[in-house]
């Protein structure tokens, strides 16, 4: 019986398959790939035609294959390695050229693009879809260099703009989109910056830019600390990435300030408070909503130490920053109130009456409202020159001085303008002590009641005022004493 030699050579002939077989069974490969392109079964279609390459690896249309099936995958950086294999092994083939071009286009890198179409124009002079693409190469770069003067100008609207244009022929580029995203957080449109940056990272989670993005969203959201968890991780990607190293630093900083005011205000040190407050709003300008919150901190304490207006002030300014801002609006109308600018109180507490319909809001609403109508009218109790908290005994004396100081007989020498200026305060000393001297009349005065409405009796007479006041039986008069210089009197009762 025969053996075997297991360490014998084998036949050549009996080992090796032709060039020849292996040539037809990859075409049957790529006939079988071009049969599932046809169906748009791009996946079976790429499995095929890599077999194919598989076996013949030098054969130009396997790759140009392939690289077509790769961008219908939307797999563009693979394509692109696919495209320039075929243009390596062909420099003449076009088709591989003007798919390398469309890959960079769509890529955003215009520049290797415009070489790409510049190269099939020089194999087909009249081909019209390398003239097309060249111009849309050429748009894009002219959109990249108008995004970078209005970012430098911090024209962020125009960025966004110019950013959409050149994603219309270059939809994969993730540096644009990026770009667009940053711009889109510095307008204050974090959900749409957010949704930008969360698509390229499904893509490519270890995207350092677009980490950096989420993170400047959060930010500006005032979620600094899950801020922060975004920039390290954007670093820990991409170790030179000043921004968010930047981002990171002043997001730590703004905190810290912040913090350290919060406490220096509950532990009574107001004056402290309201430096840190200051230096925490030179940290980041960009930060709107922390901003925002630092002016309107700031206000409280400027408040409290009766900085009125300039705590109105910086409410105005948190406002600007932040139109929804309720608590700005609640103080800033505080402080009108505190500064009798009840107009302008009533206005800030409409507003938030009608964002947030509480019980608080509207009593508030109503005090301003009554403070409003109170301050339309004759003030009393300035016109005898006492505090609202006036005793009945402090109230007598200021009518004394006053009804003395305006009694027409004292200024029976004057000019007849300015008896009649006299003869008028006369009159409104004796109002208000007509309403101030009576509990009931008063009561109704400071809950700011129309009296005259009310049907309480508000006819009077000035001079029966003062001589009930002063107790005569008789009539009185000022007369001149020139011993005495003049503006002195004395009574002569009848």
Avoid at 417 to 428: G, L, R
């Amino acid at each position: 019986m025969a053996t075997v030699d297991f360490d014998s050579p084998a036949d050549p002939e009996m080992d090796l398959t032709s060039d020849e077989e292996l040539e037809r069974e990859a075409e049957v490969f790529k006939e079988q790939g071009n049969a599932y392109y046809v169906k748009k079964d791009y996946a079976e279609a790429f499995n095929f035609y890599t077999k194919a390459i598989d076996l013949c690896p030098k054969n130009v249309s396997y790759y140009g294959n392939r690289a077509a099936t790769l961008m219908m995958l939307s797999r563009y950086r693979e394509a692109l390695e696919d495209s320039q294999q075929a243009v390596r092994l062909d420099d003449t083939f076009m088709k591989g050229h003007m798919r390398e071009g469309k890959c960079h286009l769509l890529l955003g890198n215009a520049m290797a693009a415009s070489r790409c179409f510049q190269k099939v124009l020089e194999l087909e002079p009249d081909n019209s879809q390398a003239q097309q693409e060249l111009k849309n190469a050429e748009s894009i770069l002219e959109f990249e260099r108008l995004a970078e003067i209005s970012f430098e100008k911090r024209d962020f609207r125009m960025v966004v703009f110019c950013m959409d244009r050149a994603l219309e022929p270059a939809s994969a580029c993730h540096r644009f989109k990026v770009l667009k995203a940053e711009c889109l957080a510095l307008l204050g449109r974090y959900p749409e910056a957010q949704s930008v940056a969360s698509d390229i990272l499904r893509m490519d989670s270890t995207n350092g830019d677009a980490l950096y993005v989420r993170g400047l969203c959060l930010y500006y959201e005032d979620c600094i600390d899950k801020a922060v968890q975004f920039f390290v991780q954007a670093l820990r990607m991409a170790p030179d990435h000043e921004k968010a190293r930047l981002a990171c630093r002043n997001a730590k900083s703004l905190k810290a300030k912040k913090e350290d005011g919060n406490k220096a205000f509950k532990d009574g040190s107001f004056e402290q408070a309201y430096e840190l407050y200051s230096e925490a709003l030179t940290i980041d300008p960009n930060n709107i909503k922390t901003n925002a919150k630092l002016y309107c901190n700031r206000a409280t304490v400027g408040s409290k130490l009766n900085k009125l207006e300039q705590a109105i002030e910086d409410c105005t300014k948190a406002i600007k920053l932040d139109e929804t801002y309720i608590k700005a609006y609640l103080r800033r109308a505080q402080c009108y109130m505190d500064t009798e600018q009840y107009e302008e109180a009533v206005r800030d507490y409409e507003k938030v009456y009608q964002t947030e319909k509480t019980k608080e809001h509207k009593n508030l609403l109503k005090n301003a409202q009554l403070e409003l109508k109170k301050s339309k009218r004759k003030d009393y109790y300035k016109v005898l020159g006492v505090d609202k908290n006036a005793t009945e005994d402090e109230i007598k004396k200021a009518y004394r001085k006053r009804a003395l100081m305006h009694h027409p007989d004292r200024h029976s020498g004057a000019s007849a303008e300015v008896q009649k200026e006299e003869e008028k305060k006369f009159k409104e000393v004796g109002e208000a002590f007509t309403v101030l001297s009576d509990p009931k009349k008063k009561s109704r005065y400071d809950s700011g009641h129309d009296l005259e409405d009310d049907d309480m009796n508000m006819d009077f007479d000035a001079n029966n005022i003062f001589k009930a006041f002063f107790g005569g039986p008789g009539g009185f008069s000022f007369e001149g004493n020139s011993s005495s210089g003049p503006g002195n009197f004395f009574f002569q009762f009848g």
